[in-house]
């Protein structure tokens, strides 16, 4: 049996641990052939993940895998969530010996020198290198400079970090697990990789992933992406508020939200009646859908305005000729699609996680899938000697923070002695 290079990707949600395998077959198409999913409560700031539910996802994954084809693989690519994520515009200047025409090496030098220079902290490691339009000599704008002639190149970069503690964290929870960290993905970029077709990336779109615990947004123009935000507001709020409203137990409360929701109130509607089974020695209670959707567009109301606010932010709300993608769990809301096109004014559409790859006999297409899918395109489509690299350079950053602690303590020590001896002398 012929054995193919494999992705494992590990999406550890507010609400979820998920694990995805994928592999390119023969028609350079990517196809999934595993897939697991288990409930998480670990608080993803923190890293307090479930060391034992994290082994269990991945391992049932690759029991379902290797009946498919053949495989030996223990690298696994992980996402990384908004919060635990910084980013900033830097910009960078390559100035060469002669204005020949303008080859790949170039611009690979330009990115590699922001990755040495000291505008990135110590304590931070680089997850993503952005570059935006670039400027040649006088022409700007330019979104592909290479093959064009010009001796001056410059361009701004969205560089997106994250704290070194919490990598080593993740570093150190998948070594735990027998499996080695090949690659950390920001989790919207990978999404975007899922959903979002090349003509939607190349006219500008906004794609809004509503998870459990929060929303994020990101806006792609010109096969750029040009803006990130989060909204920290999710699916979790509704069920908070469902069960204020209703007064109900949280359990009951995200199921009314599952089973009757909406994102919008219609009064011609149906008004289901749910009868939920009181606490002991109490009555149950009926709760009419029409409450439990007039809880539901409220809250949803806000996370969608907060999400155009930031559109309106980037500059890009008459740009975006693709409209909106939305996904995530939350996309599963009945008209949730039809609340933001009211809210917005652009076109909407739902965001499926097996638009762009092939799931023969695996169903995939549930959108909370989306990031999780997208890890596994981006790890197989990226250049591999990116993702080999990654433990190196962890490696070599850690060594010179340290090195920067050791001079530190050494500077200390000598102007202490120097201090001593300035008293003494005196």
Do not use: W
Request: glycine share 6%; aromatic share 8%.
């Amino acid at each position: 049996m012929k054995k193919f290079d494999i992705s494992i990707s590990l999406d550890i949600g507010t609400s979820k641990i998920c694990t995805i395998i994928g592999y390119k077959n023969l028609n350079d198409k990517i196809e999934i052939i595993g897939i697991h999913k288990s409930k998480s409560y670990s608080n993803v700031k923190r890293n307090s993940m479930s060391e034992s539910k994290i082994i269990d996802s991945i391992e049932n994954a690759i029991k379902i895998a290797s009946t498919k084809i053949n495989f030996d693989n223990r690298s696994i690519s992980v996402g990384i969530a908004s919060e635990n994520i910084n980013k900033n515009q830097y910009k960078g200047i390559l100035i060469r010996n002669n204005d020949n025409n303008i080859k790949k090496e170039d611009i690979d030098i330009l990115t590699q020198n922001m990755k040495k220079s000291d505008i990135i902290s110590l304590n931070d490691k680089i997850i993503h290198i952005i570059p935006q339009e670039f400027l040649i000599d006088d022409i700007s704008n330019i979104i592909s400079p290479i093959g064009l002639k010009g001796k001056k190149i410059s361009t701004n970069f969205h560089i997106i970090t994250s704290n070194n503690s919490f990598i080593n964290d993740v570093y150190t929870t998948i070594n735990k697990s027998k499996f080695v960290l090949e690659n950390i993905i920001y989790n919207p970029i990978a999404t975007a990789e899922a959903v979002l077709t090349d003509e939607e990336k190349e006219s500008g779109v906004a794609l809004i992933d509503i998870g459990a615990g929060k929303t994020d947004l990101i806006i792609i123009k010109n096969n750029i992406i040009k803006y990130f935000a989060m909204i920290p507001l999710g699916g979790n709020e509704i069920d908070y508020d469902i069960q204020e409203g209703c007064m109900v137990m949280h359990k009951h409360a995200e199921n009314l939200k599952i089973k009757f929701g909406s994102a919008l109130l219609d009064n011609n509607d149906n008004n289901h009646v749910s009868s939920i089974p009181g606490l002991k020695g109490r009555n149950s209670k009926k709760i009419y859908s029409n409450n439990i959707n007039y809880i539901i567009q409220i809250r949803m109301e806000e996370i969608i305005e907060y999400i155009y606010y930031e559109i309106l932010n980037s500059g890009y709300d008459k740009k975006l000729f693709g409209g909106i993608v939305i996904t995530g769990g939350m996309s599963k809301i009945n008209n949730i699609k039809k609340l933001v096109e009211l809210l917005t004014g652009l076109e909407v559409r739902i965001g499926y996680s097996n638009e762009n790859v092939i799931c023969d006999d695996i169903d995939i297409s549930d959108p909370e899938y989306a990031t999780c899918v997208g890890l596994v395109i981006k790890s197989l489509n990226d250049n591999n000697s990116v993702k080999q690299n990654y433990v190196k350079n962890n490696f070599i950053q850690n060594f010179k923070h340290k090195l920067k602690q050791i001079k530190n303590i050494i500077y200390n020590k000598d102007k202490m002695i120097y201090n001593e001896f300035e008293k003494t002398s005196n």
